[in-house]
């Protein structure tokens, strides 16, 4: 079949067509939801025809596959990112164009996929979209929420939450793979018998619900890969029956279909908080279970029956434990339903998972209840015991008498089951996300492990995708580094580089400083539309956008906008460059604390507004429900870039990469990817401030810090804290702060006060925030900045990050190197 044709004539006549055919009406008639369906329906033809080429490839050649199973994928929206790896932008936006149409008020109708959190769900959906670009044979695995993270609206200064219901009117992208539906099995008992000598263990009495697949196609940019979103979606398999309806038991029925349903009904909105909820245990169960049969269902399909060759054909790659089910579920079904021997799958699994690892709060550390997980997924709970046998005997061969150590090893200790351990022990490959964090891995976290199985130990820096994160979000910078260095860069984003020498070239400047002027014009608008907030795009723009976490440390930030408030309000000569501070940020419901900060945010705002002096060179501005979209418009408006997490708590961040990108300097800590950001560009092109790791590490093993002290010896953080309470910041509810306040000062429970050393790093906050200003004032000085930043992100691009993962964990083939049809 010949393929079809997608030039400008045609995109215009296929979208001409399509809305004569769904709707009925002209385009002229039709509404811009309707001309959105259209377009991305053509679209979505274009990436079908290469489905089909890039299947094909893959099951003739036959290479191993990777399946990247993670509970969150924070995709953002689809129709730009698909267009501009179609390499077919040019065509879009001219054919719409010449229908009378501007295509950026086509691509807003779109709504956004927010199946995720933060910074974990984000990094899968930069990965989907290097693994496509690199030809890299790949499917990710999880769950289809009906409903994605909360919306986010400011009412009165404080965070209401709304329903996210992106589905409302159908998503174009998907398309439900019925042959592919499976059963997950809950609850119940197992029986054991004998059959034929062999032990055997049959569940009995569970319930089931559906699992229905549907797949979103990531199309690689210029590449032949299309590699599918699998997501799952839970349905009840009991239909309501009418003939039940005279009987009176159709209420109960349908209470049933509900319980199943409620599995992929909303994702939960606490990231890096543990809580032992059996949903959530549902879930993270539901999809795991769901994507493994099919997995070995695909595999004896392509490749062989022979399941000790699993491990050649098949990587499971876990994004943290939530998945980490995906271990004792590959045994059950190699065992209960393969016929395999213990000790043949426990190889197996050995070899066919690997994990990553993206926190080391303890707080964060996925454990489950035993008994949960007992009435729950019984057959999976023996299993798991098994294999905590099996591994206490062998650490016991380690550690003789060591019980501390075997129990802070162990899978199941004092009735939980840790789902880290279970991860480390049974996986080949546990990484950390940035050099840091992976030393901090191996010297603290998993220290005894490491000293079993140094070898399974590795550190990937995060990356992010250049393509949607500069050429989509950036355009005009980007054209600018395309006539300045040409488009090797895109294939070969550390070329970048090459712009370096641009830094000392002052027209080029002054064409980065036009193109950043413009894109804060562009976050001006956007604000004013959406919130009616005026602010000055001559103002320097200082973002922090980021989860709200009191590790992130947007309290800092914060207390030092109030001591510049101060600093004018008591100095009527104190000058400083006027600057907007802007925050994003999405505190979880239940997270008392972190709703605080951002009702403090706002407080702050308000102040400032109200006096005249203060509100000429200095603005707050709250950026509501930041969330993917909205992102593409802030992060190319910044100049400045906070990252401000207490050394040690921040695995990488990848915020700070895409300011980066985009020409912010990073003012922030010697954590996470900071310290390899502050590499690439050296220590004169960032702000480093504060505390380095291992001090802060010293600091809590010590536990003598007393916040106290610098709260009485520094006068411009006391009065800053006292006009947290006194009506100075919320006049109208002077008590509205006071745990916060007592936070930053007091220790609960033997913890001491300020637990992420807000005040312990202000003075040095401070200093760099006064470096950071004269630094501005000095436009040259400041230009030269940002275009290094620009210049040495290419390293951050998550295709460098896919390759180091291909090359030292997967070891995949890219799909062939036929010639492109295009
Ligand atoms: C915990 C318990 C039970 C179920 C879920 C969870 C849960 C859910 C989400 C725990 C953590 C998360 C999210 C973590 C996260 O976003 N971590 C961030 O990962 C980024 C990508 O590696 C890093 O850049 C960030 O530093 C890290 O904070």
Same mark, same amino acid.
């Given at each position: 079949?010949?393929a ?15 809305i ?9 008639? *039709? ?12 679209v ?16 003739r ?6 399946? #990247? ?8 929206? @689809? !129709? ?18 010449e229908?009378?149409i ?35 044979? *790949?499917?990710?695995c ?12 400011? /009412? ?10 992106w ?8 398309t ?7 059963e ?7 029986e ?7 032990? &055997? #263990?049959?569940?009995?009495?569970y ?8 797949? !979103?196609?990531? +199309? ?19 239909k309501?029956d ?30 890096? $908080? ?10 993270h ?29 098949? /990587? ?5 434990? $939530? ?17 395999l ?7 197996? +699994?050995?070899?066919?998972i690997a994990?990553?690892?993206h ?16 009435q ?10 098994e294999?905590?046998? &099996? ?13 501390? &150590? ?35 891995l ?18 990937i ?7 949607r ?8 910078l ?36 036009v ?37 992130? &440390? ?18 009527? @000569? ?8 802007i925050?994003g ?17 706002? *407080?702050?705002?308000?102040?400032i ?18 969330? +993917?979209s ?17 050394? @040690? ?46 001090? +802060?590490?010293?600091m ?5 810090y ?57 003075? @040095? ?6 470096r ?16 290094i ?12 990050t ?21």
């Amino acid at each position: 079949m010949p393929a079809t044709k997608f030039d400008k004539e045609s995109i215009k006549n296929t979208i001409i067509g399509k809305i004569q055919r769904y709707n009925g009406l002209t385009i002229e008639d *039709a509404s811009k939801a309707q001309i959105y369906r259209a377009v991305a329906s053509t679209v979505r033809d274009q990436i079908m025809q290469k489905v089909l080429l890039s299947r094909e490839t893959r099951k003739r050649q036959k290479g191993k596959r990777l399946y #990247y199973l993670s509970v969150e994928f924070l995709m953002g929206r @689809s !129709m730009y990112c698909n267009m501009l790896n179609l390499l077919s932008t040019k065509e879009y936006t001219e054919a719409l164009k010449e229908l009378g149409i501007d295509i950026k008020d086509i691509l807003k109708e779109e709504p956004e996929p927010g199946l995720g959190n933060g910074g974990l769900g984000r990094l899968a959906a930069c990965f989907m979209d290097s693994l496509s670009s690199l030809d890299l044979p *790949a499917m990710g695995c999880t769950i289809r929420y009906e409903y994605g993270l909360f919306r986010q609206k400011i /009412v009165d200064g404080q965070q209401v939450e709304l329903p996210d219901s992106w589905l409302e009117n159908g998503n174009v992208w998907e398309t439900a793979a019925m042959e592919d539906a499976c059963e997950v099995h809950f609850g119940g008992y197992v029986e054991e018998t004998e059959i034929n000598g062999i032990k &055997r #263990y049959i569940p009995r009495d569970y319930y089931t619900v559906e699992a229905v697949p549907y797949d !979103m196609p990531v +199309v690689g940019y210029d590449a032949t890969a299309v590699n599918p979103l699998r997501m799952w979606s839970a349905r009840s398999p009991k239909k309501l029956d009418l003939g039940s309806f005279g009987e009176g038991h159709y209420v109960q029925a349908s209470e049933e279909i509900e319980l199943a349903e409620a599995i992929s009904k909303v994702l939960y909105p606490e990231d890096r $908080h543990y809580e032992g909820k059996m949903l959530r245990l549902k879930q993270h169960y539901f999809f795991t279970s769901a994507s493994l049969q099919y997995i070995l269902k695909e595999y004896k399909r392509t490749y062989s029956k022979d399941m000790s060759k699993l491990p050649e054909k098949v /990587v499971i790659h876990i994004n943290d434990t $939530h998945p980490g089910m995906a271990v004792p579920e590959l045994m059950r079904l190699l065992i209960d339903e393969e016929g395999l021997g213990w000790d043949e799958a426990s190889a197996i +699994v050995q070899k066919t998972i690997a994990y990553t690892n993206h926190t080391i709060m303890s707080e964060a550390l996925e454990k489950w209840p035993v008994n949960m997980v007992q009435q729950l997924l019984p057959r999976i709970y023996q299993i798991i015991c098994e294999m905590n046998r &099996r591994l206490c005997e062998r650490l016991w061969n380690y550690f003789p008498g060591d019980w501390d &150590r075997i129990a802070r090893m162990a899978i199941v200790s004092y009735d939980n089951i840790h789902m880290a351990n279970m991860c480390v022990a049974m996986s080949y490959s546990v990484n950390g996300v940035s050099k840091l964090h992976g030393e901090i891995l191996k010297e603290e976290t998993f220290h005894d492990y490491n000293l079993v199985m140094p070898e399974k130990f590795s550190a990937i820096t995060n990356g992010i995708t250049h393509r949607r994160w500069l050429m989509s979000c950036n355009p005009e910078l980007t054209a600018l580094i395309n006539d300045s260095i040409g488009t090797d860069w895109i294939k070969n984003p550390e070329k970048l580089s090459d712009l370096k020498p641009f830094a000392d070239d002052a027209a080029f400047r002054d064409k980065f400083a036009v193109i950043k002027m413009h894109n804060k014009e562009r976050l001006a608008k956007m604000l004013k539309e959406r919130q009616n907030v005026e602010i000055d795009p001559q103002f320097m723009f200082d973002v922090q956008a980021k989860r709200l976490h009191e590790y992130k &440390r947007q309290m800092l930030n914060a207390l030092h906008i109030l001591v510049l408030y101060n600093r004018i309000v008591n100095d009527e @000569s104190f000058t400083m460059e006027p600057r907007v501070f802007i925050f994003g940020a999405k505190a979880s419901p239940g997270y008392y604390r972190a709703k605080q900060v951002i009702r403090m945010i706002c *407080a702050l705002s308000e102040l400032i507004e109200k006096h005249p002096r203060a509100r000429k060179m200095l603005r707050v501005v709250f950026l509501e429900n930041y969330d +993917v979209s909205s992102a593409e418009v802030l992060i190319p408006a910044a100049e400045v870039s906070e990252q401000l997490s207490t050394a @040690s708590k921040e695995a990488s961040g990848t915020g700070n990469m895409k300011f980066m990108m985009n020409g912010a300097v990073t003012i922030g800590t010697m954590d996470g990817a900071n310290v390899e950001i502050s590499e690439q560009v050296g220590m004169e092109n960032i702000y480093i401030f504060g505390m380095r790791s291992d001090t +802060v590490r010293d600091m809590y093993r010590e536990n003598t810090y007393n916040p106290m002290t610098i709260y009485e010896s520094n006068h411009e953080i006391r009065q800053a804290m006292t006009q947290m309470i006194d009506g100075t910041l919320m006049p109208g509810n002077p008590a509205a702060l006071q745990d916060l306040y007592h936070s930053l000062l007091l220790g609960s429970w033997g913890s001491m006060g300020d637990s992420y050393f807000v005040l312990k790093d202000f003075g @040095s906050y401070s200093m760099a925030q006064r470096r950071l200003n004269t630094d501005y004032a000095n436009r040259e000085k400041w230009l030269k900045m940002a275009v290094i930043n620009t210049a040495m992100s290419g390293i951050f691009s998550s295709d460098r990050t896919i390759k180091e993962y291909n090359d030292t964990i997967w070891h995949l083939t890219p799909l062939g190197t036929e010639k492109k049809k295009k």
